[in-house]
């Protein structure tokens, strides 16, 4: 008869290395828990106060879009939480997310309170590393529900407390470190923004404010039709049965996140040996990719006329259906076509001429090869832009890695620092 696997973590802290197992128990059986509620919207006097109002997308946010009023807390089952205390959305799109509360407020009935003399930090660590596995066992593995009971019947293992709070500790201070980075993320973009709207003309207007020396004496940018300026080809609908698990990729709309080609994890190909009758679908690095079929806005993962840039990693593979390449005729730098679909006018563009029902929608080429935009005559100015913008968009890459190889790095340490639990 073998025996039963002792309750220990792979990593430990050399301090804590004669502590002995860990010892498991329930959340219901530790924590102390309870929701809260919203109250009437028709009474104004319950809305505007100085109580931040805290709903289940904002539990790991420092502001509030809603503030309750004295009254309205009074009058409603709205209950208070304190700094530090454990969050837990139940409902929405974020639910099965939890966070360390930063801030004092009251939350609705979307959110569950935990409050104990464990860790919360220790507890948030282990409820973020196991929410995949708690969104696939109680809600599926989409948008769900969870209920109080639920995350109550959790079962933890806990260490001492000395060592739960310095396995917080270490986890927290990447997780400052990550945010450090995301703030500079922000950053890039929003500088990256106010450049776009200095490098091209303002509405009404057909020179840009910011203009590179070198074409100050170039005069006024010109009005252009996508259709004239462009030539593309639309996705192969390719057959699931000739699909290979190795070969050339074929790339579809689910691929494409918001603006990048997914990685290969879940990636479908054809035989190499038969991609040579599908050239006419070929992508080439800098071609622009726009999805003609997907989700409307907010939707963004599955954005109808997203824009892709093909990146060198996926060069040569091929199109699929409900996707549309574009490539730069004699009139149009590839790299300017391309800084075009990044602005706020397109996406204003596409939703004027998205089709469909509530959620779903497709756009029509016909619609598409419409849009209307300003260029400068000169390539050589149109060049510099496009330099530009793409030199801030390499920064922007390189953030977005190093934050990707930060999250990695916090994942194996929690694997390290958690014992493996029987599910």
């Not at 008869?1 to 498991?24: C, D, V």
């Not at 609705?108 to 220790?122: D, G, K, P």
């Not at 199109?319 to 204003?348: D, H, M, P, W």
């Amino acid at each position: 008869m073998s025996k039963k696997k002792k309750l220990l973590p792979a990593m430990r802290f050399p301090e804590f290395s004669n502590e002995g197992e860990w010892e498991t128990n329930f959340i219901g059986q530790v924590f102390k828990s309870f929701s809260g509620g919203t109250p009437s919207t028709s009474e104004k006097k319950y809305y505007g106060g100085n109580i931040p109002f805290i709903r289940s997308a904002e539990i790991n946010k420092d502001a509030t879009e809603l503030f309750l009023t004295e009254v309205g807390l009074k009058n409603s089952s709205a209950k208070l939480v304190n700094k530090g205390d454990l969050l837990v959305a139940l409902y929405g799109a974020n639910s099965g997310d939890s966070a360390i509360s930063k801030i004092n407020g009251a939350i609705n009935q979307a959110i569950l309170c935990l409050q104990s003399e464990y860790s919360n930090e220790f507890t948030y660590h282990f409820l973020t590393f196991k929410k995949d596995w708690i969104v696939s066992k109680f809600i599926q593995g989409g948008q769900g529900n969870l209920s109080g009971d639920i995350v109550k019947s959790i079962s933890i293992p806990f260490p001492k407390k000395l060592e739960q709070k310095k396995i917080a500790s270490s986890l927290s201070s990447v997780d400052d470190l990550i945010e450090a980075h995301n703030q500079k993320l922000d950053l890039l973009k929003d500088h990256k923004k106010g450049l776009m709207q200095n490098l091209f003309p303002q509405e009404e207007e057909k020179v840009p404010r910011y203009r590179f020396k070198e074409f100050e004496k170039d005069g006024e940018w010109v009005e252009e039709i996508l259709g004239d300026i462009i030539k593309y080809f639309k996705g192969f609908a390719f057959h699931s049965i000739d699909y290979t698990s190795k070969g050339r990729r074929i790339i579809r709309v689910s691929d494409m996140g918001y603006d990048y080609i997914k990685n290969e994890e879940n990636a479908i190909y054809i035989n190499e040996g038969d991609a040579i009758q599908y050239e006419k679908w070929q992508l080439k690095k800098d071609d622009l990719i726009i999805t003609t079929v997907g989700s409307k806005p907010p939707m963004y993962d599955s954005l109808v006329g997203r824009t892709i840039i093909v990146e060198s990693k996926d060069e040569n593979a091929l199109l699929n259906q409900n996707a549309v390449c574009l490539r730069a005729n004699s009139k149009i730098v590839q790299g300017f076509l391309n800084t075009l679909f990044k602005k706020s006018e397109y996406v204003n563009f596409i939703e004027s001429i998205i089709r469909g029902n509530a959620n779903q929608g497709s756009i029509a080429l016909e619609d598409l090869f419409k849009y209307k935009f300003l260029q400068p005559n000169n390539p050589k100015e149109q060049q510099k832009i496009a330099s530009c913008l793409s030199s801030l968009d390499e920064l922007i890459v390189a953030q977005t890695d190093k934050i990707e190889q930060l999250k990695k790095h916090k994942k194996g340490l929690m694997q390290g620092l958690f014992p493996q639990m029987i599910e």
